[in-house]
């Protein structure tokens, strides 16, 4: 869990920076979401899950070789990524 304490003599700050944290979420949110679907367009242009991918193929075993093979393995390093940010982003409580 990630606590947040802000102080400041302005009241108005707190809200500001709880919506610039809740926005970076919906855009982490829509960028894994993204993700996920050229994620699925691997998968099935394939036919396999990106399990299978990652510990069984090579290049050299796709139609696109190393295009497919290099965004293929960016999209899932990327979703990575982005769920561990949108975990700890989920974590942070704010106290007062």
Do not use: C
């Not at 393995?73 to 769920?83: A, H, T, V």
């Amino acid at each position: 869990m990630v606590r947040l304490q802000i102080i400041s003599d302005r009241n108005d700050i707190v809200p500001v920076i709880q919506d610039a944290i809740e926005a970076k979420m919906r855009r982490t949110e829509i960028g894994f979401r993204k993700t996920e679907q050229e994620i699925r367009k691997f998968e099935m242009k394939y036919n396999i899950p990106s399990d299978d991918f990652i510990t069984s193929f090579t290049a050299e075993d796709l139609a696109g070789g190393d295009d497919d093979y290099v965004s293929w393995m960016g999209e899932i390093k990327l979703r990575e990524s982005l769920l561990e940010e949108l975990q700890a982003l989920h974590e942070i409580e704010y106290i007062s």
